[in-house]
């Protein structure tokens, strides 16, 4: 339907998440209808971020340098760790402002019918973190789904045994803010019960 230049942009820009061909096909004639000097601005922070951008030595956050923001600053608590999947899952936990320990991305989280086994993530890195640097609490903040919940409970297994000094915490779930209770599926209502808290 479109010249194959067009064809090609549109196919890219459907890769994106939540962006279906519909979407992809206004994006493109958006760029098309740009000036070239808007539209090349984006494909050059695009080869910029892809150039610039690796990961952290330490922790594996993303990073412009050997060690990225969090792990370069010296007013964070070093014996505080917080365990995520993904790099884009320490920007929520910072926007809280109840966080000021450091970080520990994972990759991703356990699923063995999709084939990621420990070896595939950042789990030895951890352990090792935990086990030598006088950590004395790693909250384990990977998602509440069901491969986030096994990659929780294996990070506390091998942590018992390998570092029983250090206190192993998930976060809490519960009801979100400004919702009424007779929304809330049962299991989110059935793990605010079992973790409520005195008043
Ligand atoms: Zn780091």
Not at 141 to 161: F, H, K, M, Q, V
Request: glycine fraction near 6%; include cysteine; hydrophobic fraction near 40%.
């Amino acid at each position: 339907m479109f010249a194959p230049p067009i064809n090609r942009l549109i196919t890219e820009l459907a890769r994106f998440p939540g962006i279906g061909q519909r979407t992809a096909q206004r994006l493109a004639f958006h760029l098309l209808r740009m000036s070239d000097e808007e539209a090349l601005a984006l494909a050059d922070a695009i080869r910029e971020v892809k150039e610039k951008v690796g990961e952290c030595e330490r922790c594996f956050n993303l990073a412009t340098e050997a060690l990225c923001l969090v792990c370069q600053d010296e007013r964070r608590d070093s014996q505080l760790l917080c365990v995520v999947e993904q790099p884009s899952d320490v920007i929520p936990v910072e926007r809280t402002n109840e966080f000021y320990g450091r970080y520990h991305v994972l990759g991703g989280a356990l699923s063995p019918i999709d084939g990621i086994d420990p070896e595939d993530l950042h789990l030895s890195e951890l352990f090792e973190r935990a086990s030598e640097n006088g950590v004395r609490e790693v909250v384990v903040a990977t998602n509440a789904t069901t491969t986030g919940e096994a990659t929780a409970l294996y990070i506390a297994d091998t942590l018992r045994e390998r570092a029983p000094a250090v206190t192993v915490t998930r976060l809490a779930s519960g009801l979100p803010v400004g919702s009424d209770l007779e929304y809330a599926d049962e299991i989110t209502l059935g793990r605010a019960m079992r973790a409520r808290r005195e008043l």
